[in-house]
């Protein structure tokens, strides 16, 4: 779970941003889980704002940021996996720090980099509670291995660290060379992050698993397929059932659909863009209640009906335990449920600034708006920004 992120110089985020996902520990939130002892996390981040004002961004750079971690680099003149930096600053360091439970256990990771190369990156952990270096890494020189320091509870030995220098080039991660090279056992805690990484987060553009795949995949295993079925039945999509067919050269998804006069099948083809983008949405789902995953969801629900978006975040919050799902939408109506209404630090706003052209986030119980007001109506009416400002829609023959 992640517990803390912030961000500067990437993409239309040019000052720090940050996002906090602690909360109270308030027995009656049953929006947040309890990772460690006395530490509450929320599981539930929402982002409205108005098209192009950076909402995804931020989603991007938390993504990015485990990204850096888990994926290397094979030649030295590649560019660090990174999204651009702030166009006005491009020239200076991005910086990004994310701090987060795997495990059991809290991970503190920041970085700073350009285009070209990783200039500092530290990685803290709290075994015991209490921190102790994981690594740390400098930039020294173009032609030059970096420095590297691996804390002494980590248990590195001289030539286990020796392969780690010859082989992390400066444009990737220490932790991602885990994926390059075979290291011995004394790289236990490495393997350990790297491949917690690589299983329980999930970023903004998906696993890229097509859905001819997905659904061969979920029809092998019985109790994913009931939990599909299940759903596309109370989602109304008269869908009953589906099966995989292959007919020798490549697999055909075909639908049960049912009517009053009987069954009839229907190939992939013939469904709703909202019913194939449920049909991916129910992947992530069932992953999360069935394990601890962290999903950053783009437009979630844009092509699904309201109340069957708000079923799907209620499913998640009652079935999950220690997952988190992320996610932008435009849909303002959340905002009236009482779940979201009366757990504000689930909710931020995000505005691009009209002298800057950056994108600034709040969440919402930082807005000094007293708890019986509501905040559909306040952000309805503009009141937070985060809303485009259209003006008469009479734009003919205007000065």
């Known amino acids: 779970m992640i517990r ?23 027995d009656e939130n049953w929006m947040s889980a309890e990772i460690s002892k006395g530490v509450h996390l929320g599981r539930v981040g929402i982002i409205f704002g108005a098209n192009a004002s950076g909402k995804s961004n931020m989603l991007k750079a938390m993504q990015n940021a485990f990204e ?189 659909n049912t009517s009053d006069e009987g069954n009839f099948m229907l190939p992939l083809s013939t469904q709703s863009a909202g019913t194939i983008k449920y049909l991916v949405d129910l992947n992530y789902l069932y992953n999360a209640i069935t394990g601890d995953h962290i999903y950053m969801l783009d437009e979630l629900g844009e092509d699904l009906h309201y109340d069957l978006l708000l079923y799907y975040i209620q499913v998640f919050l009652a079935n999950s335990c220690q997952s988190q799902l992320f996610f932008t939408t435009q849909e303002m109506t959340l905002l009236s449920e009482d779940q979201f209404n009366e757990n504000r630090q689930s909710v931020w706003f995000v505005e691009k600034s009209s002298e800057t052209a950056a994108s600034e986030y709040t969440r919402a119980d930082k807005l000094g708006l007293r708890r019986e007001h509501s905040l559909y109506n306040s952000y309805r009416i503009g009141r937070f920004g985060s809303k485009p400002v259209l003006g008469s829609p009479f734009i003919l023959n205007q000065e």
């Open 4 to 26: 803390e992120f912030w961000t500067e110089n990437y993409l239309s985020i040019r000052e720090r941003q940050t996002m906090n996902f602690e909360t109270d520990g308030d």
């Open 68 to 256: 850096l971690m888990f994926i290397d680099r094979k030649d030295r003149n590649e560019r660090v996996h990174s999204e651009m930096p702030f166009a006005l600053i491009k020239n200076q360091p991005t910086k990004m720090f994310v701090s987060f439970y795997a495990d059991g256990i809290r991970y503190d990771y920041m970085i700073s980099y350009l285009e070209s190369h990783i200039i500092r990156e530290e990685l803290n952990y709290y075994p015991n509670k209490s921190k102790s270096l994981f690594y740390e890494r400098e930039f020294a020189g173009e032609d030059r291995q970096c420095e590297i320091k691996f804390g002494t509870s980590i248990g590195i030995k001289a030539k286990t660290l020796r392969v780690l220098k010859e082989h992390t080039l400066n444009n990737h991660s220490v932790l991602s060379t885990y994926g390059k090279v075979s290291l011995p056992e004394d790289a236990c805690k490495i393997a350990a992050l790297y491949n917690w990484i690589k299983s329980h987060v999930h970023g903004v553009s998906n696993d890229g698993e097509s859905l001819v795949s997905l659904l061969k995949e979920v029809s092998q295993d019985e109790k994913k397929k009931e939990f599909f079925i299940q759903m596309l039945k109370k989602a109304d999509f008269n869908i009953s059932n589906f099966s995989v067919i292959s007919d020798g050269v490549e697999n055909h998804v075909e639908f049960v």
